[in-house]
C-alpha cells in the first residue's frame, strides 16, 4: 500500500523528549499554547510514554533515512524540531 505519492512530502513537526534519566514516571506531558492568526488562543497538550533514551529530530531522521526517505529539511529549536522527508 502507498500511502505518500512519488514526490510527496512527508512533514513532521513534534516536541523533543528528554533522556529519562533517573526519572520514575511512565509518560511526558507538553502543554501547548497556539496563538491562531484570528487572534484566537488554544491551550492544550498531550502526553507521550517516555522512552529511556528520549527522542528528538535527529533520531527520527534516522529512522526514516533506514526506510528510504531522504531530508530535505531539519529545524530544531531547542524544544521542538521539524522534519521535512521524501521518497
Known sequence: ?????????????????PPRGGNKKDAVIFPMTIDLPDGAVISTGYSVRWPD?????AYY???????GFKAV???????????ELER
Open 73 to 83: 529539511s531539519a529545524c530544531a529549536t531547542g524544544e521542538h524540531f521539524a522534519l
Open 53 to 57: 533514551e528520549g527522542r528528538d529530530g
Open 1 to 17: 500500500v502507498r500511502v505518500l505519492a512519488p514526490g510527496g512530502r512527508f512533514l513532521i513537526w513534534d516536541a523533543v523528549i
Open 61 to 67: 531522521q534516522r529512522i526514516a533515512e533506514a526506510v
